[in-house]
């Protein structure tokens, strides 16, 4: 199945609203009656309402696309030999979630052969969802996002920067690029998950770094952040035996993302060890 | 004009969410018409809403208390000699609003004689209201709050430390506690201004350290966390010529507040040697 007969970006992206609109309303009822929250092997944090939202997700996408791939967080991928692959986490931000803080969100992205056709990430909370479709542009609800570059006058400290955890760098040995950070400019903030990349993409963040994540944490964003206007850069990919990959990303406004890429460069990182 | 001439602590409590329900409506409409952002002398922001909801809770508090006392961040005190004060900041973390992140609020309290009697911190953009009457309890909306300490057999690190900006800190020359927490605990997240005060009041974090902020920072939040079961220390009250006082406060689950100031009283350079 070629990217020819697939329908337009367009209707793609209106079902994946459709699909989130359906998990929005689970997860805010889930949240309302209580959750029960247990502990994965990797230690971080599942909710009953991250399983059902991610099955809500996965039967959704299965009845009205039963030939392509999916990968989600919480449960194990199908058809993963598709050229189109949903690339789903239910509730991104799980910590935040458990804790009633509601800067959590659902990420839901579709690829073809690896590259990001559409992207949405949703915050229930908030009553804000962000989506965009390479070509089409980038929105938040109905209103489109137009990123304006830091004009050259202004100095990137104006700009607030956006991160993960320092623990989340950690995952793949990269503490001292946050401690160069936040020894390196005076608003930096760690509005960790997929908030800090809505924050990116409406431009109220300059830039997030965001590290030791795995695909279904920015599986969405490249095209969000693109389509905005601004600029997503990869700057690790780490394999990691038996846990696989884990990613290091910096994206928001050009001249703000270079500035802290020289920021890094400058800083030389040692190799990434295994 | 002595405590007992006072109406019950129920009815002030009503009538400072009342003024603050005018002054939600103001900050949202000001929102989404446009804001004219402008830098102070000492470098902050300030928007025309801040200016224009402080004097409305101004003209609120006068019309109905004309004898009390008025202390705010943006206009110049009145009758400062009063025992009763109202502490008011029309809108903390004015830096997030001009932005458009959400987590910006309304801080006002009163205090009489130095103590409070009553605090509320207003989220507008999130809907949620944060209030609290010595001896009376703590509320977010009309949900009373109860803070759970930490039970004796769950590890600190469990928690979510929120955090100040490392440039507030920096204001009294704390940047160390700042890095020492960083790199002492796995999950601070820099939830900066009165965000941070109110995911301590409900426990969503476990504790809160601010440092380098000023009294209308936290003229509410002592009551709020006291009533919902929590600990308020000031731990720091520091005096700088022309700027005034400076303060460090930690506050939230009893045993989260006294293993940061454990670690930071383990941190204590020792003494200079003579």
Redesign the interface.
Known sequence: MGLKSLPPRRELLAAALGFVGKSRRLILSRRRRGLSVMRKADQTLVTDADVAAERLLRSEIGKRFPEHGIVGEELPGVNLSSEFQWIIDPIDGT?SFA????LYGTIIALHHRGRPLLGVIDHPA?GECYSAAAGLGAWVNRRRLRLQDLPSGRPVEDE?LATG???HF?RCGRERLF?LL?LGH???????DCFGHT?AA????GAMVDYGVRLWDVAATEVLIQEAGGRYVLAERIEKPKSGSFYGVVFGKPRVVDWILKLFALSKPPPASP
């Open positions: 910590l804790r009633g803080i509601p908030l607030i955890d320092r623990a950690g401690d936040i005076p608003q930096v903030r760690s509005y960790a924050l409406s431009g109220a963040a």
